[in-house]
C-alpha cells in the first residue's frame, strides 16, 4: 500500500521559488493556462475541497503530490486568494487569450463608424474593468454603489482616453500612427486600473508579516501595487500590439489573410505575454516598514517591534 502524503508540504506558496522571474513564470504559466476556463464547477469545487481538507490536515485518500499541486493551481486558477471566492470566468486571468482574441478580432472588423469604434472601445474596457476588478487586492467588501461610481469612471476615462488618441492617427504620418493604438491601450490602462481599484487607493489593503499575520491596512502599499500591474498590463499588451502595428507592411499583398492572421497573432503573443508580464514582480508584494503610513509604522512598532517588512498581494 502507496504511504499516505505528507501534510508538511507548503500550499500557501507557489511550488516553485518566487524569488526568481523563471520561478514566477512558472508559475504563472500554470494559473493562466487558456485551458482552465475550461474546467467545469464539479473540478473546481473538487479541486477547492482538496486544498481546503489539506489545510486543515485531512489528506483525500489515494492523493499523490502531483495531484495535490495540480489542484492548487486550479484552485488558484479560479478563486480570488484573499477573499476566496470563486472568481467571474471572464475575469480570471485564463482567460485572457480567448477574450482578448475575441475583441480584437471585433476591433479589427468593425471599425469603418464612429459608433462601431465606441461600442467595441467600451466592450473592451469594459472587460478590462471586470478583469482589475476581479483581480483586485484586498477582501473588504464593496458595495454596489462603490462598483457602479469605479465602472462608470474607469470606462468612461478609459474610452474617451483611447478615442481620443486613436483621432491623433488621422493627423500624423502613417508610421507613428501605427503606434498610436498601442498608446491609447497603455493610457487606457493607466486610468482602467486604478479607477477601479480606487477603494484600495483610498482605505488600502491588508498588509501581513511573513507569516501572514495581518498588521493593518495601508494605502502606501496599493499604490506600489497598483503601479506594479499597471506596468505588466502595458507590457502585457505590447507583443500583441505590435503583431498588429507590422503585419500590415506583411500582408499588403493579401489583405483578404490580414485580419485572421492579425487575430491569430495576438493570441499567440498573450499566451506567452500574459504569464511572462504577470511574473515581472512577485504576486505576495513586499515593502519596508519604513515606507508606511506613520500611523501604520507607529502601530507595528508597537505591537511588532521586530517586523521590518510587510507582505501583501499586488492583484494582478
Known amino acids: 500500500m502507496a504511504a499516505e502524503l505528507s501534510t508538511s508540504i507548503n500550499i500557501k506558496e507557489p511550488r516553485w521559488d518566487q524569488g526568481t ?15 482552465n476556463i475550461l474546467l467545469s464547477n464539479e473540478q473546481l469545487e473538487k479541486a477547492r475541497q482538496i486544498i481546503l481538507d489539506y489545510k486543515k490536515g485531512v489528506v483525500t485518500p489515494g492523493l499523490t503530490e502531483d495531484e495535490l499541486w495540480r489542484a492548487k493551481y486550479v484552485f488558484d486558477s479560479a478563486f480570488h486568494p484573499d477573499t476566496g ?11 485572457q487569450v480567448p477574450m482578448n482574441m475575441t475583441i480584437t478580432g471585433c476591433m479589427m472588423t468593425f471599425y469603418r463608424t464612429t459608433p462601431a469604434v465606441l461600442f467595441w472601445q467600451w466592450i473592451n474596457q469594459s472587460f478590462n474593468a471586470i478583469v482589475n476588478y476581479t483581480n483586485r487586492s484586498g477582501d473588504a467588501p464593496i458595495t454596489v454603489n462603490q462598483l457602479g461610481t469605479a465602472y462608470v469612471s474607469a470606462t468612461t476615462g478609459a474610452v474617451a482616453t483611447a478615442l481620443g488618441l486613436n483621432a491623433l ?12 493604438p498601442f498608446a491609447a491601450v497603455a493610457a487606457a490602462n493607466c486610468i482602467n486600473i486604478p479607477l477601479m481599484r480606487q477603494r484600495e487607493l ?16 495601508s494605502s502606501k ?22 503583431s498588429l502595428i ?8 493579401f489583405p483578404w489573410m490580414s485580419a485572421p492572421i492579425q487575430v491569430g497573432l495576438v493570441g499567440f503573443c498573450l499566451v506567452f505575454a500574459t504569464p511572462l508580464c504577470c511574473a515581472l514582480f512577485p504576486q505576495k508584494s513586499s515593502m519596508a516598514v519604513s515606507r508606511l503610513e506613520p500611523e501604520l509604522q507607529e502601530k507595528i512598532r508597537a505591537c511588532r517591534p521586530g517586523v521590518e517588512t510587510v507582505y501583501f498581494n499586488k492583484g494582478l
Do not use: C, W, Y
Open 221 to 242: 502599499a496599493a499604490q506600489q501595487a497598483i503601479t506594479q500591474v499597471v506596468v505588466s498590463r502595458i507590457l502585457m499588451a505590447s507583443p500583441g500590439m505590435g
Open 85 to 95: 471566492e470563486k472568481m467571474l470566468l471572464i475575469g480570471r486571468m485564463s482567460a
Open 202 to 217: 483610498k482605505h488600502g489593503i491588508p498588509v501581513t508579516d511573513e507569516n501572514d499575520n495581518r498588521l493593518g491596512e
Open 246 to 253: 507590422f503585419s500590415p507592411f506583411i500582408f499588403q499583398r
Open 21 to 35: 522571474f523563471v520561478g514566477r513564470a512558472k508559475h504563472f504559466f500554470t494559473v493562466t493556462d487558456p485551458r
Open 169 to 180: 492617427a488621422k493627423h500624423v504620418s502613417p508610421l507613428i500612427g501605427r503606434f498610436v
